[in-house]
């Protein structure tokens, strides 16, 4: 009944690599939630000036887009942030993390993606009642 202590020490080596891999998954479950997040900002603000523009004023509009053209801008920081610096680094995972540069890379577009969007919705013509 009694198990051996290299038995026991190899159960728990393993069990340190799990948890490990489930901690890179869950980093990358965080960096997903706040792409998804920033990509629904990002859509929100543009939406909003088009299905807005005749129900509030110019500027209740602007501001409104603004903000949640700026949320998104910061969503897509946040997620590489978040996905760079989450914690102490876990013993050797099985998993692969995200390369560095498709994070910058997806995030750095999606961020110029973002500002094109604020200066769209500020210079493009407003179809208001």
Known sequence: MDQPLEHI??????????????????AERSYAAWMRTGLAALASGVGARTLL????????VMGVGSVLI???GFCFGAAVWRELFSG?????????HI?????????????LVSL????????GPFRGS
Do not use: C, M, Q
């Open 99 to 111: 390369p560095r540069g498709v994070l910058y890379f997806v995030n750095g577009f999606l961020a």
């Open 116 to 123: 094109a969007a604020l200066v769209g919705i500020w210079i």
């Open 9 to 26: 020490e190899e159960k728990a080596d393993r069990r340190t690599e799990l948890a490990a891999d489930r901690t890179v998954l869950a």
């Open 88 to 96: 102490a680094p876990p013993p050797r995972p099985d998993v692969r």
């Open 70 to 72: 700026l949320f998104s």
């Open 53 to 60: 523009a005749s129900a509030l004023g110019h500027w209740s």
